[in-house]
């Protein structure tokens, strides 16, 4: 009771039955039947007005794309009367309220109220990130969230993108590791990879700090490996397998 979900129909599908078995059906005592926040590189933004809040929420996902996804994504429905309708903006144009993509360094973001007013953004259950900048192109200004709300005045007369973008900095990707016999590490200008077993289906991914993808590479199975580079600094070695993922920071010299 009180939970609501969407259902996308596919386009070649004129008509189609929905059903739901009695044995998906439950009940519990609980009050809320969401879970916590506990999700690495997230973060959820807040549009205040009128009293009203709205939330959108971000992630990045090296599985998501940069265009809607259904697995991973939700559509944005325009909220009712004066209240805030505040949504990511997808590469395909698609308005979303939840937003999973690879990592990138900007998005746009969509703003619309029924009425003109006083709006404003804030942040919440961040995970992971040093820097979210908001950039209002009208005003020319940059705000990072993290350290203060942003305020402004919506009118019903400007278009509900093109005004705001957001720019990321991470301070690192989150390490969860599920891979505790994968030994990385690195010597000068060389990236070792040991495994006492052969993992498959590896897609292997180092990242900058600030979250931008600098090597990519696919593998059939793995077991030791060395990576020849040419990149200096301190990276992020993203590591996705059948049997598992990790993540590593290394410094290259």
């Given at each position: 009771m009180g939970q609501g979900f969407g259902v996308v129909m596919a386009d070649n599908l004129s008509s189609k039955a929905f059903t739901i078995p009695k044995t998906s059906?439950?009940?519990?005592?609980?009050?809320?039947?969401?879970?916590?926040?506990?999700?690495?590189?997230?973060?959820?933004?807040?549009?205040?007005?009128?009293?009203?809040?709205d939330d959108i929420k971000f992630r990045f996902n090296e599985r998501a794309s940069r265009n809607y996804d259904v697995e991973y994504d939700a559509y944005k429905l325009k909220s009712f009367g004066?209240?805030?309708?505040?949504?990511?903006?997808?590469?395909?144009?698609?308005?979303?309220?939840?937003?999973?993509?690879?990592?990138?360094?900007?998005?746009?973001?969509?703003?619309?109220?029924?009425?003109?007013?006083?709006?404003?953004?804030?942040?919440?259950?961040?995970?992971?990130?040093?820097?979210?900048?908001?950039?209002?192109?009208?005003?020319?200004?940059?705000?990072?969230?993290l350290k203060n709300t942003y305020s402004?005045?919506?009118?019903?007369?400007?278009?509900?993108?093109?005004?705001?973008?957001?720019?990321?900095?991470?301070?690192?990707?989150?390490?969860?590791?599920?891979?505790?016999?994968?030994?990385?590490?690195?010597?000068?200008?060389?990236?070792?990879?040991?495994n006492n077993k052969k993992l498959t289906n590896v897609e292997l991914k180092i990242y900058s700090i600030s979250g931008q993808l600098v090597y990519s590479n696919n593998y059939s199975d793995l077991t030791n490996k060395e990576i020849q580079t040419s990149l200096k600094?301190?990276?992020?070695?993203?590591?996705?397998?059948?049997?598992?993922v990790t993540t590593s920071k290394i410094s290259l010299k």
């Amino acid at each position: 009771m009180g939970q609501g979900f969407g259902v996308v129909m596919a386009d070649n599908l004129s008509s189609k039955a929905f059903t739901i078995p009695k044995t998906s059906k439950t009940h519990t005592a609980g009050t809320f039947n969401k879970k916590g926040n506990s999700e690495t590189n997230s973060f959820v933004l807040n549009a205040v007005s009128n009293n009203v809040i709205d939330d959108i929420k971000f992630r990045f996902n090296e599985r998501a794309s940069r265009n809607y996804d259904v697995e991973y994504d939700a559509y944005k429905l325009k909220s009712f009367g004066t209240s805030p309708t505040t949504y990511f903006v997808a590469d395909d144009g698609v308005k979303l309220a939840i937003c999973e993509m690879p990592f990138s360094e900007t998005i746009d973001l969509g703003f619309s109220m029924s009425e003109s007013g006083e709006v404003t953004f804030s942040l919440n259950n961040v995970n992971d990130f040093s820097e979210i900048v908001l950039e209002d192109k009208v005003e020319g200004k940059f705000t990072d969230l993290l350290k203060n709300t942003y305020s402004f005045n919506y009118s019903t007369d400007e278009s509900e993108t093109g005004r705001f973008k957001l720019h990321f900095k991470q301070e690192a990707l989150s390490e969860v590791d599920y891979l505790s016999d994968l030994d990385i590490y690195s010597n000068q200008g060389t990236i070792y990879i040991n495994n006492n077993k052969k993992l498959t289906n590896v897609e292997l991914k180092i990242y900058s700090i600030s979250g931008q993808l600098v090597y990519s590479n696919n593998y059939s199975d793995l077991t030791n490996k060395e990576i020849q580079t040419s990149l200096k600094g301190v990276y992020i070695l993203k590591l996705n397998s059948n049997e598992g993922v990790t993540t590593s920071k290394i410094s290259l010299k």
